[in-house]
């Protein structure tokens, strides 16, 4: 399988805005409030920005599959099966991917961020890659908090409530400017 495929570059480039709009948004909260704590915040945030980068980068580059291993008939061992998509034997515990079209060892479920399978190969770098993902979206919800607080500063209202609920709809009626869409953008992907 080629790295350029397109089937596993166009959703790590969909992954790789979201990331890159927490990242630079998180940079803008950091930059405009100077504090004691902003050294300490910037590499915290460094140091998870490449964690999740370089897990993902591992992820996607790492081949779980057995495309390409033939055995012959003599050298199949016990509880092996055929699969006849590959038109190959394949150990236990590996399963066909009808998205990726292989056949990947201990595969897990196929990652649609990331357009490649959970396999025995890429494991630890999905979890990884969801571990510092998951930490970078609390800090940015964290540090995001005051900003919140001051857009909603007319309280809990339906405008509020639909801002946070469908951003796009309301940048489209003209409700909200600019900066205020990006914030709630932000926001929901750190929920989601």
């Keep these: 399988m080629s790295r350029w495929d397109p089937a596993v570059v166009v959703p790590v480039c969909g ?23 902003q050294v300490p915040l910037l590499l915290l945030s460094s140091y998870l920005l490449f964690n999740v980068l370089g897990n993902m980068l591992k992820f996607v580059w790492t081949n ?14 016990q509880g092996w099966l055929y699969c006849y998509t590959c038109q190959t034997h394949i150990p236990p515990r590996c399963h066909h991917c009808y998205t990726c079209n292989v056949c990947v060892l201990q595969r897990d479920h196929h990652c649609t961020l990331l357009g490649k399978c959970v396999g025995f190969s890429s494991y630890r770098y999905f979890l990884c890659t969801l571990f510092h993902g998951w930490l970078a979206l609390l800090l940015a919800t964290i540090l995001n908090a005051d900003v919140f607080i001051d857009l909603l500063h007319e309280g809990f209202s339906f405008h509020s409530f639909f801002l946070l609920l469908m951003p796009w709809m309301m940048l489209i009626l003209g409700q909200v400017k600019a900066s205020t ?4 953008f932000v926001a929901d992907t750190c929920i989601v």
Excluded: K, Q, R, W
């Design 15 to 37: 992954t790789g805005v979201l990331v890159s709009s927490v990242t630079l948004e998180v940079l803008y909260v950091l930059l405009a409030n100077p504090s004691s704590a």
């Design 64 to 77: 779980s599959s057995i495309a390409g291993v033939f055995l012959e008939h003599d050298n199949v061992g």
């Design 181 to 184: 869409f990006i914030f709630a």
